[in-house]
């Protein structure tokens, strides 16, 4: 198959030496990218920027902002069989962006944000047989807002972490979740590796997906 992944933060630019982002480290999508290449897949890795190597077999694109990133999916998008969003995308970048480094003043400063482009929404109408996997970080009331965007995203399945555990979520090597798939279905992930996350979640998607041996490059 062909399999577009998306990892790691979006850098929102405040100035030329600032900006706004997340903790992302992109080693879910990272893991996730090298897993599938590692079984036979064609595998196109969208990342935002993080500190590490490129997997082996992997074609990369390297982002920075959400809009970066929104722009690289809609180009990989006819080429992919199954779209997985592991990025943790920044939901709001600085209305402006100043050109010059803003001074300190020593005063407090107002910064308006505004919402950036919902990439999973923006590509929903142009889906058609593809299966498309989100993640949804959470820190409260996890499985419901997650199932709230399975849905509203139009998503296959969605992996579902508890970013307030120090154990699974943003940084670390290990993580816990729970999958729900748009046909119902709810698996629980006890903790494991994220490569280990990474296998599973491969294994549910090829179970999925008919082995249509992909699109090809076009
Ligand atoms: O990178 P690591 O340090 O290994 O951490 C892994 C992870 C916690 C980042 C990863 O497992 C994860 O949860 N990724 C999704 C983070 C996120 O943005 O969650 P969300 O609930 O805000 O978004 C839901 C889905 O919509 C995600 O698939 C996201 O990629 C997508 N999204 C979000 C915002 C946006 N503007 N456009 C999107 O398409």
Not at 7 to 19: L, N, S, Y
Not at 44 to 67: E, H, I, K
Not at 149 to 175: C, M, R
């Amino acid at each position: 198959m062909n399999i577009l992944v998306t990892a790691g933060p979006t850098r929102e630019a405040i100035d030329p030496v600032r900006f706004i982002a997340n903790r992302s480290s992109g080693k879910m999508g990272y893991f996730t990218a090298a897993a599938a290449a590692a079984r036979g897949h064609k595998v196109r890795l969208v990342s935002g920027p993080v500190c590490l190597p490129a997997p082996d077999g992997v074609t990369m694109t390297q982002v920075v902002s959400a809009d970066d990133m929104l722009r690289a999916v809609r180009t990989h998008l006819s080429w992919c069989d199954v779209l997985i969003m592991a990025a943790a995308v920044a939901d709001w970048r600085p209305a402006d962006v100043a050109s010059a480094k803003i001074k300190k003043t020593g005063r407090s400063m107002m910064l308006e944000l505004v919402p950036t482009p919902d990439i999973l929404r923006d590509i929903a109408p142009y889906k058609q047989q593809r299966l498309f996997v989100g993640f949804a970080a959470e820190t409260s009331t996890v499985v419901a807002y997650a199932a709230a965007k399975l849905a509203a995203k139009n998503l296959d399945y969605i992996v579902a972490n508890d970013v307030s555990q120090p154990d699974a979520g943003f940084e670390v090597d290990t993580n816990r979740a729970v999958l729900l798939g748009a046909d119902g279905s709810r698996e629980e992930w006890q903790l494991m590796s994220k490569r280990d996350m990474a296998e599973r979640l491969l294994d549910v998607i090829e179970t999925a997906t008919p082995q249509t041996g992909g699109r090809g490059n076009c």
